[in-house]
């Protein structure tokens, strides 16, 4: 399984992410699943509204599913998953994100700020929940 896209929607990703901070970024990816890869098109930006603690936890606004729901239907595109930000964790499916995952087979993308300040980028990665479980995330390779 591998994970595509573009530089262009990495930029935006690694700039939501900073523009979220100190709180978790959140939003939907939109693309297609197709046999062994996910090709990632776009990632429609959510509001983070948790009831947790926003700098830990993210959920993505369930208007915003809703509507994103309803635009792809008309369209080739499909809702593959969910991006996030971590302000303060490595880019890694932490406990919280495990006891908040309903969807199997989803990807989800994590994007960490820890390392900006060695590495002077945000850095990305990439995981699938498992077709049965939810919580069950392998981690899976990005091709940009
Ligand atoms: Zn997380």
């Known amino acids: 399984m591998t994970v595509r896209l573009s530089e ?14 100190p709180l978790e970024a959140c939003g939907l990816l939109l693309g297609q699943k197709i046999v062994g890869s996910f090709i990632v098109e776009d990632c429609i930006l959510a509001e983070n509204v948790t009831t947790e603690d926003p700098a830990t936890s993210f959920e993505v606004d369930p208007q915003t599913y809703i509507q994103v729901q ?4 008309a369209g080739g595109s499909q809702i593959i998953g969910v991006w996030h930000s ?10 919280t994100d495990k006891r908040l995952s309903r969807e199997c087979g989803w990807l989800w993308l994590i994007s960490s700020l820890v ?4 590495e002077g980028r945000v850095k990305l990665q990439a995981f699938v929940a498992g077709d049965e479980d939810s919580r069950d995330f392998k981690q899976v390779e990005i091709e940009f």
């Not at 309803?70 to 239907?73: A, C, G, K, L, Q």
Request: charged share 35%; glycine share 0%; no cysteine.
């Open 115 to 118: 390392y900006r300040a060695s």
């Open 70 to 73: 309803r635009d792809v239907r």
């Open 8 to 21: 262009e929607l990495h930029r935006r990703l690694d700039a939501a992410a900073e523009q979220a901070m």
């Open 86 to 95: 971590h302000p303060t964790t490595d880019a890694i499916v932490s406990e």
